[in-house]
């Protein structure tokens, strides 16, 4: 499996984003995507889940600015950022659990940068 981010890149503050995760290779059907982020000298923290059914979790800080998607058909989860702050500054990270019938294995896309000035 691998996964591939984009979208990322440079925005004024109150400006928007909408990140994209590719998944390829052999992906089962019990599987939860995610969003991480990481900022300089910082731990790395979830930003958003979307399960393969449409179950939704966000952080707490993120509500109401980043709505989480994903397109089942087309293997790919979307992060639609709205009214970003510096804050928001940090490598965007993909993740991916999946089920494969006795056990959850996970992956991880190489992240994309995401910075927002002031």
């Known amino acids: 499996v691998q996964l591939v981010e984009s979208g990322g890149g440079l925005v004024q503050a109150g400006g928007s984003l909408r990140l994209s995760c590719a998944a390829s290779?052999?992906?089962?059907?019990?599987?939860?995507m995610v969003w991480y982020r990481q900022a300089p000298g910082k731990q790395r923290d979830l930003v958003a889940r979307?399960?393969?059914?449409?179950?939704?979790n966000y952080a707490d800080s993120m509500l109401g600015r980043f709505t989480i998607s994903r397109d089942n058909d087309k293997n790919t989860m979307y992060l639609q950022m709205n009214n970003l702050g510096p804050e928001d500054t940090a490598a965007y990270y993909c993740?991916?659990?999946?089920?494969?019938?006795?056990?959850?294995?996970?992956?991880w896309g190489q992240g994309t940068q995401v910075t927002v000035s002031s």
């Open positions: 979307i399960s393969n059914d449409g179950k939704l």
């Open positions: 290779g052999n992906i089962h059907m019990i599987n939860v």
């Open positions: 993740h991916l659990e999946e089920f494969d019938g006795r056990a959850w294995r996970t992956y």
